[in-house]
């Protein structure tokens, strides 16, 4: 029997559960490590399918391995739950529309991420049973990958140890293996304390905060200038002192996000970073408190297990959408002006090699791009990060992205929550699974293909260990 069809058929057969998961996931909407309801979900889903459940590991009280099988090879199929904050926004409405003032939102898709990794880890479970398979497949379940990097957390507990390969998804607006790294990134809190004092009155009497932090950002913004290309440094006021401008502010807050290609050009960034906003608080007279929020590495491309993944996407792709389903997306890809059109059209080309900008300009015109992408590595970064990068240094990693949501429409956006609980993203999700499975399937019957991983693996690190940038003392939250 063709085990790869009896996988794809299987996985079909429960398209329906995966999809409800998906779509009450997008109800709950929890955000960072605040995610027990989608927790919940899974586990209980897992331990009926007969998985053994740890739940609570990393210090994340939501966080979970889920285990079926025995022995080698170690499959860990990575699973994504939370939300963005803020990203409030009805179904399936082609324009902005907040159910709820202030709240959440899944703007990037990991309803579907989580429900499509447990489609491919519940898929190859039960062909591993059908036909008596050895092998470990492990589905974890990762809170905080927008902001808090729970698997990196994970990562520097130990509790991917083990493990032969790792295997992902994400929905997107185009459909590809993932061929290119990403920015590493450090996040932290700069807590500026004064004295306060009336600002009429006695204004020498008192030493701004809010001085401090527009001063350490004046500084950031000269430092701009002199770091790399690909570096990005982001910030926002978490606390700007208050709303009286009649009082010096004895308190300010800012957030600040660095990244940069590698971890030791993070590193020598923040350095400098850590100087300016210690020179702010010297220039003000105030104290600055610098508190930890997370970080995360860069993702290591193993191009050997990039290719068997693609190999099986053929076999999955292209979808068979609707012409409804066409026009459902159509709504939203014109919400889309024609300068941002043109916008991600010209940044998509720049950031990808020419053997691929073809398949770029055939598909700019579509709503819904459902065509299978050339395979193509870059040694371009991407701009943003993910911690899906932290098990990708501990093992070999494959990831694709598969087309569900509306052409040209960026994550974080309000046209990907509209979408999220839609047919197209139903497919998406479940033509995922399936790739998943299989390409799992192919780790467990050929040795080769994982042998050849990790030699590649091994070469692409150049005998650099993998080192949590997140200090020991600093824990979830």
């Known amino acids: 029997m063709d085990k790869k069809k009896w996988l794809m058929d299987s996985i079909e057969r429960k398209s329906g559960l995966y999809a409800d998961i998906s779509d009450r996931i997008w109800g709950y909407a929890e955000t960072r490590f605040d995610v027990k309801k989608s927790?919940?979900?899974y586990i209980g889903f897992?331990?009926?399918?007969?998985?053994e459940v740890v739940r609570g590991i990393a210090g994340m009280e939501h966080a979970f391995v889920a285990a079926f099988g025995s022995g080698k090879p170690v499959i860990g199929v990575l699973a994504e739950y939370d939300a963005l904050a803020n990203m409030s926004q009805a179904a399936d409405i082609a324009e902005k529309c907040i159910l709820e003032a202030g709240a959440n939102g899944h703007g990037c898709g990991h309803n579907a991420l989580g429900a499509g990794s447990l489609a491919?880890?519940?898929g190859i479970k039960d062909?591993?049973?059908?036909?008596?398979?050895?092998?470990?497949?492990?589905?974890?379940g990762c809170p905080a990958e927008e902001t808090g990097y729970g698997k990196a957390f994970m990562a520097r507990n130990g509790d991917f140890q083990g493990v032969d390969a790792f295997l992902t998804w994400h929905p997107m607006d185009v459909t590809e293996v993932w061929g290119k790294s990403s920015l590493a990134v450090l996040q932290m809190h700069f807590d500026f304390r004064g004295v306060s004092s009336h600002a009429g009155a006695a204004p020498e009497l008192g030493r701004s905060a809010l001085d401090a932090a527009e001063l350490m950002?004046?500084?950031v913004n000269f430092l701009r200038e002199h770091i790399i290309d690909d570096a990005r440094i982001h910030y926002a006021f978490t606390d700007a002192g208050g709303l009286s401008a009649n009082v010096v502010q004895a308190a300010a807050s800012l957030h600040y996000l660095i990244r940069a290609p590698k971890q030791d050009q993070v590193k020598a960034i923040y350095e400098r970073v850590l100087k300016i906003a210690k020179g702010a608080a010297m220039m003000t007279e105030t104290e600055v408190n610098i508190r930890w929020d997370s970080a995360c590495a860069n993702y290591i491309?193993?191009?050997?297990?990039?290719?068997?993944?693609?190999?099986?996407?053929?076999?999955?792709f292209?979808?068979?959408?609707?012409?409804?389903?066409?026009k459902y997306e159509g709504q939203f890809f014109e919400t889309l002006s024609e300068e941002m059109r043109k916008t991600l059209h010209t940044r998509a080309k720049s950031m990808f090699?020419?053997?691929?900008?073809?398949?770029?300009?055939?598909t700019a015109g579509k709503a819904l791009n459902d065509e299978l992408g050339e395979l193509v590595f870059s040694d371009k970064p991407m701009t943003g990060s993910t911690d899906v990068a932290d098990p990708s240094w501990l093992a070999p990693t494959a990831q694709l992205n598969v087309a569900c949501m509306p052409h040209g429409t960026p994550p974080h956006s309000w046209q990907w929550v509209a979408t999220g609980k839609s047919s197209v993203v139903h497919k998406g999700l479940i033509a995922a699974g399936k790739v998943i499975a299989m390409t799992a399937l192919d780790i467990l019957e050929d040795m080769k293909l994982l042998e050849d991983a990790k030699r590649e693996h091994m070469d692409n690190l150049g005998g650099e260990q993998y080192v949590c940038m997140i200090p020991e003392d600093v824990m979830p939250g």
Do not use: C, Q, W
């Open 318 to 326: 292209p979808l068979p959408f609707t012409g409804e389903e066409l």
């Open 353 to 362: 090699p020419s053997g691929s900008r073809e398949f770029i300009d055939n």
């Open 46 to 51: 897992l331990k009926n399918e007969g998985f």
């Open 127 to 140: 062909l591993m049973a059908e036909f008596g398979l050895k092998g470990t497949v492990k589905l974890y």
């Open 39 to 41: 927790a919940d979900l």
């Open 301 to 316: 491309v193993n191009r050997s297990l990039a290719k068997a993944m693609h190999e099986n996407m053929k076999s999955v």
């Open 217 to 219: 950002n004046i500084g």
């Open 120 to 122: 491919g880890a519940v």
